[in-house]
């Protein structure tokens, strides 16, 4: 039997006498380590695989983890093994993610696997057929549906206190050095490894398609560009001191290799990194509801979200909601002392989204994941939402879902 999961509860307990449960990660970057570093001191997870073809990240791994974690240089590598493990952890790099996650699939094993769920249509439609063939406890880390602001948000809008919604306007404010260092340099700064939409505001999508209830995005327009990254002569392709701007510059910055030389990085002008610094989307929803999102690179980390019905508007941002009502005039405020304890304390969403995965597996629970049919429809409008601003004109949404497009449309558009 299910029983519903409350994210919130922060701790399994071990009635059925299964855990920790026995997990193998694909893909051992930053993100890997910081979600199963905390379960494992839990005594909730045991990771006993660890694959990654970067030999620093499986050295780690053996440090963390201890010499009876076996490690491998590719995720594939993994379903070779006679490995017996209560679930499979995709955190690889986007691209990577359906050809990891569908084997784990067509084995029945339970998993988390990280948004963006793939970064094509195609991918992402790949990973959704092999799920409905074998459905297995599944957490998508769409975090911003793990805390209590926009759960709290979630709840009014299906209780109908706003009326019809009208309109949905939410922004997501990247710091500048987070732009820099994840989508200006290093891998993800190619549009043949991931977009900044996909990667970044995969959330923000699901998160207003969530609030949406299902109905799907039908027509989407979208205009951006990288207006302020732009190639600079002027400027070395490396930093050093030999760069005119080297004290000025907010950027400026040495890395050091796994041979301990240090190195410029590059330069976050002339790094020949192809993503967008300012991104702003526009959807028709099926129901006739419009919404406007931006994705802004300098800003303050805000995640302000704002639903307008036809009796109400909702002000979310990831520590509070506002409500304002009209007829008969009252606002009401949704604060961490309403909402309950602030995630951080517990080690914050993703804390509650990977005890909402054990809870899952090692109890029967549903969890309070987006599916990944959900996960895949924040995908669509994003590559949606790629296509309308590269070829400038409006994307027909049931069009593209048909279309079922690869990743090769986000460089070539063919
Ligand atoms: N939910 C969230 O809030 C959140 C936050 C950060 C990152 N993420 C997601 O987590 C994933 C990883 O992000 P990251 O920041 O750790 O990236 P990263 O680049 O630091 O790590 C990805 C790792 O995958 C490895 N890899 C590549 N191909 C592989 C393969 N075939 N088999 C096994 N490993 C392979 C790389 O060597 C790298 O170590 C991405 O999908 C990212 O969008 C989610």
Not at 294 to 302: P, S, V, Y
Request: aromatic letters at 6%.
């Amino acid at each position: 039997m299910t029983t519903d999961a409350d994210p919130e509860e922060l701790q399994v307990t071990d009635a059925a006498g299964n855990l920790p449960l026995k997990i193998a990660i694909l893909g051992f970057g930053d993100r890997a380590e910081r979600l199963a570093e905390h379960r494992q001191s839990d005594r909730q997870v045991r990771v006993v695989c660890v694959a990654d073809p970067r030999p620093e990240r499986r050295q780690k791994a053996v440090e963390l983890f201890g010499a009876d974690c076996r490690t491998l240089e590719r995720g594939e590598e993994f379903y070779d093994q006679s490995l017996e493990v209560d679930g499979v952890w995709v955190i690889s790099q986007e691209k990577t993610h359906a050809q990891l996650a569908v084997p784990a699939l067509e084995r029945g094993i339970p998993m988390i696997l990280e948004k963006p769920l793939a970064t094509s249509i195609r991918d992402a439609y790949r990973i959704c057929e092999a799920f409905d063939r074998n459905p297995v406890p599944l957490v998508v880390p769409h975090s911003l549906r793990y805390l209590p602001s926009y759960r709290k948000a979630k709840e009014l809008v299906d209780s109908g206190v706003l009326g019809s919604i009208l309109h949905i306007h939410a922004i997501e404010q990247v710091d500048d050095h987070h732009t820099v260092d994840y989508y200006r340099r290093g891998s993800n700064m190619y549009r043949s490894n991931t977009t900044a939409l996909l990667a970044k505001s995969s959330h923000d999508i699901d998160l207003i398609n969530w609030m949406m209830g299902g109905v799907l995005a039908q027509s989407v327009a979208s205009f951006g560009g990288a207006d302020y990254f732009k190639p600079r002569p002027d400027l070395p392709q490396s930093c050093s001191d030999a760069c005119p701007q080297a004290a000025a510059c907010p950027f400026f910055g040495m890395d050091e290799g796994g041979d301990g030389v240090a190195r410029g990085k590059l330069c976050a002008w002339n790094s020949g990194g192809e993503q967008v610094d300012h991104q702003t989307i526009i959807i028709q929803y099926e129901n006739g509801t419009t919404v406007d999102f931006t994705l802004a690179c300098f800003g303050d980390i805000r995640r302000p979200l704002q639903i307008t019905g036809s009796h109400g508007t909702l002000y979310a941002t990831p520590n509070d909601v506002r409500l304002v009502l009209y007829h008969p005039s009252s606002v009401e405020e949704f604060g961490p002392d309403r909402l309950g304890t602030p995630p951080a304390a517990h080690g914050g969403p993703d804390a509650a989204l990977v005890q909402d995965w054990i809870r899952a597996v090692s109890l029967g629970c549903e969890t309070a994941s987006a599916t990944v049919h959900e996960s895949a429809e924040a995908v669509a409008v994003c590559v949606g939402a790629e296509l309308a601003m590269m070829r400038h004109t409006i994307i027909e949404m049931a069009d593209l879902r048909q279309q079922r497009p690869g990743p090769e449309v986000l460089v070539t558009d063919q």
